[in-house]
Structures are given as C-alpha cells and as structure tokens.
C-alpha cells in the first residue's frame, strides 16, 4: 500500500474515534439536560460510528490491487460504504423524528439546559475541525469514503449549531415545544443530506464521467502531446473512485510503423498520468484510410 493510501486508511481509523467520543459528549449533553433534541444530534453520532467503521472497509478493500475476479480493480468498494453511510442517515433521521414526535405530546423543561449546551458545543467544535480535515484529504486523496463521511460529520455541525442556537432561545422564553420542533427540523435536513450523499455515490456506481472542465482539460492534455498523429474521436471517460478511465480512438497516418504509433501512446499516457493521478488510459490506434466517426461525433484535431 503506497503512503497515499496508507493516509487514506490512518484517517478512516481516526474518524471512528473521534466519533466515539463526540457521541460520548453528545451523549452526556443529552443526560444531563433530557432535551430531545440534543437526544437527536447523539444519535446521529452514533451512525457516524458505523459509517466510519464501513469507510475504513471500504478504503482498505478499494486499495487491494486487481485481481483475477476483478481485473480492473477494487475502486468502486467506496462507493458503497458512501450509499451504506446515507442509508444510515436517513434510518437516523426516522429515529429522531419518532422521538420528536413523543416529545411534541409532552414538552419538558429542560434540566441544566446551559451546562448541557456548552458540553454539546465542544463537541460541535471537535466535529467541526475533523470534518475539515476529511474534506480536505478527501479531495486531495479523491476518496469518496472520506468525502462522504467528511460531508456527513459536516451536516451534524449544522444541525448542532441550530439545535444549540434553538435551545438557546427555548430556555431564554421558556418555550418548552422548541426542543422537539428544533429535533423535527434537525431530522428533515438529516434526511436531505442523506440523499444527497446517496445520490452522489449512486452516480459514480453508475459510472458517471468527469466534468467538463476535467473533459477539456484532458483533450487538450492528448491534443499537444500528440505529435505525429492526424486526430483524436470518440473520446469517453468515467471515474472509480480515484481512479479515472479514460478511453479514445487515435487517428494515424496508414504508413506509420507499430513502433512510431505507440511511441505517440506512451508521450500521449505519460502527460495524462502526471496531470490525472490514478488515471487509466486505453487508446485504440486507427489508420487514417480505415477510421470511421462514430455517427454525431466530432473529432478533435490535433495541434
């Protein structure tokens, strides 16, 4: 395993406890206040648990090299810790929102209310700069189980800090009904992101390609380190977690030698694998009396 993906790993090992300890100080939050919706915010916490369980999974099968069942790798594991993660999301949000609905029945005044906000704000503070962290490495990593948990830890900073700013206000005006209104409104965004973070992974399941500004810069990457050829069609790509395929058709004059034409391949290969780590490149090299455009494409000319 290279150090990048030992960094992947490490991460995804840290995530699970530091999630243990902010649902410890969400739960005593909740204990000592018996505010529903403080209730809510640690039990997203706990899902946060399970989802980083499955992500330090997920990284560590993503990272296992091809194999003869799987000759194009393993990338795609994280995409499912990502859809399993959502799941869990939403499952807590259902949760919440029954208990919000018993509360609603009976409101209570909350017991040691400032205590127990200041308690659940060191938590939001330590999730908030762990959620950075992921993020960050995330992207530089181009790990959708970190993205995805890192999004995850960021959504229950949001809603901490409404349930804190909420209760705030329930205690200053003695509203008791704001505490299970605030855990009925935390569960309804929790659900959103949940299905964001479902519709996200499902995408790259299903093979999604680049952007468009990754798609030209990938032409253009083919265009000028391709010297010696005629033209460039049908060009697709698709992203596997950090890996990113990419496929097209290259045009060459009929009398070039084999040797001329993969020497263009491997100029062509070598310039978008130091652009786009993790890349996987395949080039099906045509003469130019026998190439043929697919119906509605449009070729790309070299430089």
Request: net charge negative.
């Amino acid at each position: 395993m290279s150090v990048s993906n030992h960094r992947v790993a490490r991460l995804a090992a840290w995530s699970i406890g530091i999630a243990l300890v902010v649902f410890s100080i969400k739960s005593a939050a909740w204990w000592i206040t018996g505010s529903v919706a403080l209730f809510s915010d640690a039990l997203e916490s706990i899902v946060n648990v399970i989802a980083s369980g499955a992500a330090l999974y997920a990284i560590h099968l993503s990272h296992k090299p091809a194999d003869d069942e799987h000759p194009f790798g393993h990338h795609k594991a994280e995409y499912f810790s990502a859809v399993l993660e959502g799941v869990l999301i939403v499952v807590a949000a259902l949760l919440i929102l029954a208990a919000a609905w018993q509360a609603w029945d009976a409101p209570q005044i909350l017991d040691r209310p400032w205590a127990g906000l200041l308690i659940n704000g060191l938590a939001t503070a330590i999730n908030l700069a762990w959620a950075l962290v992921l993020l960050n490495n995330g992207r530089k990593e181009r790990s959708p189980a970190l993205i995805a948990d890192g999004q995850h830890i960021m959504t229950d900073v949001v809603t901490s800090v409404g349930v804190i700013v909420g209760l705030v206000g329930a205690v200053v005006t003695g509203w008791a009904v704001l505490d299970p209104l605030l855990a009925i409104i935390v569960a309804l965004n929790i659900l959103w992101q949940g299905w964001k973070v479902i519709g996200s992974s499902v995408s790259g399941l299903m093979d999604v390609a680049v952007d468009k500004e990754a798609h030209f810069r990938i032409r253009d990457i083919i265009s000028v380190s391709s010297s010696g050829a005629l033209e460039v069609h049908d060009l697709k790509t698709r992203l596997a977690g950090r890996a990113t395929f990419i496929e097209f058709h290259l045009v060459v004059d009929a009398g070039m030698t084999v040797g001329e034409s993969h020497a263009i391949c491997d100029r062509i290969e070598d310039a978008l694998k130091a652009d786009i780590p993790g890349s996987r490149i395949t080039i099906h090299v045509e003469p130019d009396d026998e190439a043929k455009l697919p119906l509605g494409t449009t070729a790309v000319p070299f430089a």
